[in-house]
Nanobody
Framework: QVQLTQSGGGLVQAGGSLRLSCAASGTISDINVMGWYRQAPGKQRELVASISTGRTTNYAESVKGRFTISRSNAENTVYLQMNSLKPEDTAVYYC?????????WGQGTQVTVSS
């Protein structure tokens, strides 16, 4: 069993920054991919960024140059540093761990960017 515990998020003005964290506990494989997804009201959940245990990263075009994903393999924790936030970044952000063909999700955290 895997549990993902998210922290961070909140309300920020446009142009501001926020940092999200997600800690995984339980049975964690040495090879996995952790990532952040987001879902805005009335829209489908979309990938924001992902990072493998080998630190290969992947970003949505809309966040490139503004968001940075990183991880601590020793602590099974993934981070998302979000800079230059825009109102269109407003969404519920979810952490995901993919390993051994299975996906586990965090509880979600609201990020609201005011204009």
């Amino acid at each position: 069993q895997v549990q993902l515990t998210q922290s961070g998020g909140g309300l920020v003005q446009a142009g501001g920054s926020l940092r999200l964290s997600c800690a995984a506990s339980g049975t964690i494989s040495d090879i996995n991919v952790m990532g952040w997804y987001r879902q805005a009201p009335g829209k489908q959940r979309e990938l924001v960024a992902s990072i493998s245990t080998g630190r290969t990263t992947n970003y949505a075009e809309s966040v490139k140059g503004r968001f940075t994903i990183s991880r601590s393999n020793a602590e099974n924790t993934v981070y998302l540093q979000m800079n230059s936030l825009k109102p269109e970044d407003t969404a519920v952000y979810y952490c995901k761990l993919a390993q051994l063909g299975l996906n586990s999700w965090g509880q979600g955290t609201q990020v609201t960017v005011s204009s």
